[in-house]
């Protein structure tokens, strides 16, 4: 007996992996029909234990990203959720070769049958796509999305009758066999769009710097996160730049980007906001130049700093012109340089020899930029910060 069903037009598609089924399913429909296994499986199937009950755990923070990216004005999910369904769960209309229409029910045995029921909760194990899913939900898994005039449906593919095994080579083929989007790449495509937002403001600055000849940067930025055709030498990646950067202009670029598609302007930042995110104004008032004109002076003064290690480029134990020592500049530019130098003035462009003091004391040589004192990574990174800020001294890290 069955006490929910879920009539569904789909397309039949067979490929190599097998036959599947798509199509479209509102956003709540699919909330309420679906689960995710994030438990180990069992012992006689250790072999597949790398795929965690198939999917991998949830991450809060991934859901959450989700859940400002939904509620925007352009919000789409144009790639497929993974569905598999237990056969007892589904009854197939046939309509063409191709078309068919699919219901979806709980599933009751019959008095005397011993066999398991199948809540409406769950119909439709989630083999991938999870994230997307929970971003609709609420902690206890019940639907959230506010806007309810907003109609947001959701393309699945749907196996049905696939055991565990079978689940698991699904997951394993749509999560092993294709390559993910690089960061500066993404970062790079948001030249193309029309409304403005933190993240194009940050790729307009690495633009400039990249492509001005008398910059500190020219032609050392890695935009697509692969080598630019024509250049033999770019040590720092786009998404390292913008990643760095943005951080001085919002606590949160998701919303903001949604507020300006909706043509709603976020409010000026006050001073308390100021002394965490320095640019802010400057991105409210679109003035890219100003903070790419920052950005240049500061750096100048880095390269008068280490005139040698920042040109040299070819070679590979040079750490300086790389990722992880920019990010501890950037930070050592916003926390402890910036707004010193400024004072109450925020927003104020300062030359690049207002600069040099904070790197006047610092007893580090040219030479000394190497992966020995400095480690690649997060500690190295970390390391190099310590020793702007006069926490160690380069003895220190030799000792250590």
């Not at 925007?72 to 993974?82: H, I, K, L, N, W």
């Not at 403005?196 to 600055?205: A, W």
């Not at 040698?308 to 050592?332: C, H, I, Q």
């Not at 003091?357 to 580090?364: A, K, Q, T």
């Amino acid at each position: 007996m069955n006490d929910f069903n879920l009539k569904i037009p789909v397309l039949k598609v067979e490929q190599p992996i097998g036959t599947f089924f798509v199509a479209g399913i509102r956003a709540r429909d699919l909330v309420e029909i679906s689960y995710s296994d994030v438990r180990r499986l069992a012992e006689d199937q250790r072999d597949l234990e790398k795929y965690l009950g198939i999917q991998r755990p949830v991450s809060k923070r991934r859901i959450n990203e989700i859940k400002k990216y939904i509620v925007g004005e352009d919000s789409t999910f144009p790639t497929a959720v993974v569905l598999a369904v237990d056969e007892k769960c589904v009854v197939l209309e046939h309509v063409t070769d191709e078309f068919y229409y699919l219901s979806l029910s709980s599933y009751s045995p019959e008095e005397g049958v011993d066999d398991e029921p199948i809540p409406k909760s769950k119909i439709a194990k989630v083999i991938d796509g999870q994230h997307r899913i929970a971003a609709f939900m609420d902690e206890n898994d019940n639907w959230t999305f506010d806007d309810e005039a907003r109609v947001f449906d959701i393309n699945v593919s749907i196996f049905v009758g696939a055991d565990v095994a079978e689940q698991a080579n699904i997951f394993a083929t749509v999560n092993l066999a294709q390559t993910k989007v690089n960061r500066s790449l993404v970062y790079d495509l948001t030249e193309l769009a029309k409304t403005d937002s933190p993240f194009k403001t940050c790729h307009n600055v690495a633009v400039v710097l990249d492509d001005e000849p008398t910059s500190p940067f020219y032609k050392r930025i890695k935009r697509l996160g692969t080598a630019t055709p024509g250049r033999k030498r770019e040590p720092l990646t786009q998404a390292a730049f913008v990643e760095s950067l943005v951080r001085f202009i919002s606590a949160d670029p998701v919303t903001d980007r949604n507020m300006l598609l909706e043509g709603k302007r976020p409010r000026k930042a006050d001073r308390a906001e100021l002394q965490k995110h320095p640019f802010r104004n400057l991105f409210l008032d679109g003035k890219d130049l100003d903070i790419a004109e920052i950005i240049y002076n500061y750096f100048e003064a880095v390269k008068a700093k280490w005139p040698n290690s920042w040109e040299r480029l070819d070679v590979t134990g040079n750490l300086l012109p790389k990722s992880n020592s920019f990010k501890a500049l950037m930070k050592y530019l916003k926390e402890d340089v910036y707004l010193a130098l400024v004072g109450d003035d925020i927003g104020r462009v300062p030359a690049k020899e207002e600069f040099f003091p904070f790197f006047d004391d610092i007893e580090l040589a040219d030479e000394d930029f190497t992966a020995r004192n400095f480690v690649p990574g997060s500690g190295g990174q970390s390391m190099f910060l310590k020793l702007l800020r006069g926490q160690v001294t380069l003895e220190d890290i030799v000792e250590e």
